[in-house]
């Protein structure tokens, strides 16, 4: 067939004409010849029919009679016919009555038959067998049966054979003679299309056209090239045109991500530094209440280092007695949607000493969904102090009622060293008590103040009348809704500045009277702080959403002049297939594979920004997960022999989807830098640790040069060329984004030419 389709098209026609004259010459004599064996066969079963009527006519009285001799005197007249071998005769009940066996011929064994089954003819290659039965007057008396050759049919064959030739040879020599003059006005106009073809392969140049003459189907394909070679024309040129498009398209791509980056970069280091050098103590967590961040600020209120508390519950901390209380007061938070409070409760240190902290807590949200939580605390253990003492002695005056002189001196030199401003005043709002920290606080001497209504001094205007009405409200029911909590609200000075305070009023009754002692701090500074944390917080989702969002449109930019290129250079591959010469497929090659080189690294791009979007946080069963990874990888393990081992795997909380990601990058990693001529082998283990879980995943690939592990999770970082070992180097930054948003760790360990061990953590919590 391949040496059919490689001759030319004139001797394709020529072929294809003899050949059809040749087998229609064929079937012309196959027909003659099966009509005239046909005729013949029909003319010696006539003929042998007639002597078998004859000789049963004769065999009537020996049938009838009984007479055997008479019956085989009969037969022998049957040597006057030289072509009957053999005949038999059977009575009426199918027995042999005589027989007849032609000089030098064999005994021939005639089939067994009856009355009701006996057919009249039998061929077999070159004999055949007639069968008669004898009657008389519609009485059966037996059968008569020849077997005779067809000694003339060889000679009819031999000569349609001789005929058959000559024919052929005719039909032949007509056929050649008749298609080599049609051939030449058929392939003269096809030889000229192959030219033009010839050329535009040679030289590339598609402005080349074909005349088309006539309107067959010859003519139909000459036009359709022209047409071919002038969309080519036009492609080739739009793919030039798109080629330079993409390729600014690119760079202004490029350069805008790059100062997104630079500027998203200074942000969080601008936020960075702004809260760990904040005198407090800045955390942030996620929505389950687990640190995610912490300044440093956390060892000198704690005890605890940054590396100690993330990945641990804030409730660690927290005063046993307390935690029942805390855990109300931040669910009412969330079922109340508050989006900021401050609330004061007791923490345990390390050293296990006992401090009181206040604690500002803000929701962050995305799209309106609680993702996490901010939070700044400060170390009130002495202003708790302060009002402990206060209060204790206030209790021990009223109890001992000693000299009320003596206790005012008491109270006012805990009033002098107190941290804070402390004002007391009574049901009146008279000012009784100002603290050296007031006067300083609000720019007002003792003297100028006391006995003068407080609302006149730090109370801004606007809140005046709210601060007349508690007070009634506290003499009318006894309680307000203020009393005994630490609230923020705004203070002005002697100056008329106003600035934010933290506020804790606490009721005394002193014998009759009823005194209201106010602990006031300026928090102007933290306030401050908070809102530019909310703000540089706000401005980061911000920002991270932009980027997200311009990555996404930045890829789906990209691809679609990827996608164009691919498809352009594919159809252009395709229909100049077999005419374009090596340098130009090579051409065509280094295109498919840069774009999809392109494709592979936004699509790992997109990949990598979509990890932990969404998450949920499900029981995982990590044997199920390892081998849904093994069989997705089931053609590169075959492919490299690898062998992998594991250990019994534990079920934890974690996204099912992140978790077969990590484990799938960290496996094809083993598998793709193996040693030449070694096969892989990777041995996966657990070790059940207090409160997580440690896996390990050995390889005895090509190892890692100490330098270059403290980058190797680093995004866009490779050790290796794409030649050597393809890849985005997104993988491993992808794994460790995974075990971070898990409150996991991961590292590794290797030496070069040794292969490497992959360790990362898993927490063992059982639910959120």
């Known amino acids: 067939m391949t040496e059919f389709i490689n001759i030319s098209i004139r001797n394709k026609l020529i072929l294809i004409q003899v050949a059809t004259a040749f087998i229609a010459a064929m079937i012309c004599s196959a027909f003659f010849l099966f009509n005239d064996i046909k005729t013949f066969k029909s003319s010696e079963v006539r003929n042998k029919n007639s002597i078998a009527d004859i000789v049963g006519v004769n065999l009537i009285s020996p049938l009838l009679f009984n007479d055997q001799d008479a019956a085989n005197k009969i037969i022998l007249h049957l040597d006057d016919n030289p072509s009957i071998l053999n005949a038999v005769v059977l009575d009426k009940n199918g027995k042999k009555f005589a027989e007849y066996i032609k000089k030098g011929s064999d005994p021939f064994s005639f089939p067994i038959v009856d009355k009701k089954t006996v057919e009249k003819q039998s061929f077999f290659e070159s004999e055949f067998i007639v069968r008669y039965q004898i009657f008389q007057e519609k009485e059966f008396l037996g059968i008569i049966m020849l077997h005779a050759e067809l000694h003339d049919l060889k000679v009819i064959i031999l000569?349609?054979?001789?005929?058959?030739?000559?024919?052929?040879?005719?039909?032949?020599?007509?056929?050649?003679?008749?298609?080599?003059?049609?051939?030449?006005?058929?392939?003269?106009?096809?030889?000229?299309?192959?030219?033009?073809?010839?050329?535009?392969?040679?030289?590339?140049?598609?402005?080349?056209?074909?005349?088309?003459?006539?309107?067959?189907?010859?003519?139909?394909?000459?036009?359709?090239?022209?047409?071919?070679?002038?969309?080519?024309?036009?492609?080739?040129?739009?793919?030039?045109?798109?080629?330079?498009?993409?390729?600014?398209?690119?760079?202004?791509?490029?350069?805008?991500?790059?100062?997104?980056?630079?500027?998203?970069?200074?942000?969080?280091?601008?936020?960075?530094?702004?809260?760990?050098?904040?005198?407090?103590?800045?955390?942030?967590?996620?929505?389950?209440?687990?640190?995610?961040?912490?300044?440093?600020?956390?060892?000198?209120?704690?005890?605890?280092?940054?590396?100690?508390?993330?990945g641990k519950h804030f409730s660690a901390i927290i005063d046993p007695e307390w935690k029942e209380k805390v855990a109300k007061f931040y669910k009412d938070q969330f079922i109340n949607k508050i989006q900021e409070t401050l609330f004061s409760f007791p923490i345990i240190t390390k050293s296990g000493k006992k401090k009181w902290i206040e604690q500002t807590v803000i929701q962050q949200k995305v799209d309106g969904r609680i993702t996490g939580h901010q939070a700044i605390v400060r170390d009130i253990t002495e202003r708790k102090k302060?009002?402990?003492?206060?209060?204790?002695?206030?209790?021990?005056?009223?109890?001992?009622?000693?000299?009320?002189?003596?206790?005012?001196?008491?109270?006012?030199?805990?009033?002098?060293?107190?941290?804070?401003?402390?004002?007391?005043?009574?049901?009146?709002?008279?000012?009784?008590?100002?603290?050296?920290?007031?006067?300083?606080?609000?720019?007002?001497?003792?003297?100028?103040?006391?006995?003068?209504?407080?609302?006149?001094?730090?109370?801004?205007?606007?809140?005046?009348?709210?601060?007349?009405?508690?007070?009634k409200h506290y003499l009318a029911a006894g309680e307000g809704p203020v009393l005994n909590k630490d609230i923020e609200i705004e203070a002005i000075n002697k100056k008329g500045i106003e600035f934010s305070v933290s506020l804790t009023i606490s009721p005394v009754g002193i014998k009759d009277k009823i005194l209201f002692i106010g602990f006031i701090r300026d928090i102007t500074q933290r306030k401050k702080i908070e809102e530019e944390i909310k703000q540089k917080s706000q401005e980061l989702a911000r920002s991270n959403m932009e980027l997200e969002q311009f990555a996404y449109v930045a890829s789906h930019d990209l691809q679609e002049?990827?996608?164009?290129?691919?498809?352009?250079?594919?159809?252009?591959?395709?229909?100049?297939?077999?005419?374009?010469?090596?340098?130009?497929?090579?051409?065509?090659?280094?295109?498919?594979?840069?774009?999809?080189?392109?494709?592979?690294?936004?699509?790992?791009?997109?990949?990598?920004?979509?990890?932990?979007?969404?998450?949920?946080?499900?029981?995982?069963?990590?044997n199920k997960i390892l081998k849904e990874v093994i069989a997705d990888l089931d053609v590169a393990i075959k492919e490299s022999n690898a062998k992998i081992t594991s250990a019994t795997l534990p079920v934890l909380l974690g996204n099912e989807t992140e978790l077969k990601r990590l484990f799938q990058n960290l496996i094809s990693n083993a598998i793709k830098f193996r040693k030449k001529n070694v096969l892989p082998e990777i041995i996966i283990t657990v070790e059940e640790k207090e409160k997580e879980y440690l896996f390990a995943i050995k390889d005895n690939g090509i190892g890692i040069e100490e330098k270059h592990i403290n980058k190797l999770f680093i995004i866009f970082q490779?050790?290796?060329?794409?030649?050597?070992?393809?890849?985005?180097?997104?993988?491993?930054?992808?794994?460790?984004?995974?075990?971070?948003?898990?409150?996991?760790?991961?590292?590794?360990?290797?030496?070069?030419?040794?292969?490497?061990?992959?360790?990362?953590?898993?927490?063992?919590?059982?639910?959120?």
């Open 386 to 471: 302060s009002e402990e003492e206060i209060k204790q002695k206030s209790e021990e005056l009223e109890r001992s009622n000693i000299n009320l002189k003596d206790s005012e001196q008491q109270i006012q030199a805990i009033f002098d060293s107190a941290p804070d401003a402390v004002i007391v005043i009574n049901h009146e709002s008279t000012i009784v008590k100002w603290n050296p920290k007031a006067e300083k606080l609000f720019d007002w001497n003792e003297s100028e103040v006391l006995g003068k209504p407080l609302y006149n001094f730090i109370i801004p205007e606007r809140y005046r009348e709210r601060h007349k009405n508690g007070m």
């Open 718 to 768: 490779r050790l290796h060329s794409v030649e050597e070992y393809p890849g985005t180097g997104i993988g491993l930054a992808t794994c460790k984004k995974i075990v971070t948003l898990h409150k996991g760790k991961i590292w590794v360990e290797s030496k070069l030419g040794e292969g490497s061990v992959f360790y990362f953590t898993l927490p063992k919590e059982k639910s959120n």
């Open 159 to 310: 000569n349609y054979f001789k005929t058959a030739i000559l024919i052929l040879l005719f039909s032949i020599f007509s056929a050649f003679i008749i298609s080599n003059f049609l051939q030449k006005i058929i392939t003269n106009r096809l030889l000229s299309l192959v030219r033009s073809t010839r050329e535009v392969a040679e030289t590339g140049n598609y402005s080349i056209r074909i005349s088309a003459q006539g309107k067959d189907e010859i003519g139909v394909l000459s036009e359709g090239f022209n047409s071919m070679l002038e969309q080519i024309e036009k492609t080739q040129k739009a793919l030039q045109e798109a080629n330079l498009n993409l390729e600014e398209r690119v760079k202004e791509r490029t350069v805008s991500l790059e100062k997104s980056r630079e500027s998203l970069k200074l942000s969080e280091e601008k936020y960075r530094k702004l809260v760990e050098e904040a005198g407090d103590v800045v955390y942030t967590s996620d929505f389950n209440g687990y640190f995610t961040y912490i300044n440093p600020m956390s060892i000198k209120l704690t005890g605890y280092t940054e590396n100690e508390l993330i």
């Open 561 to 622: 002049p990827l996608r164009t290129i691919d498809n352009f250079v594919g159809l252009l591959d395709k229909k100049s297939s077999g005419k374009t010469d090596e340098v130009t497929k090579e051409y065509f090659k280094f295109i498919v594979n840069a774009t999809s080189k392109m494709q592979n690294l936004i699509k790992d791009l997109l990949e990598f920004s979509r990890v932990g979007k969404n998450m949920l946080f499900t029981a995982v069963d990590c």
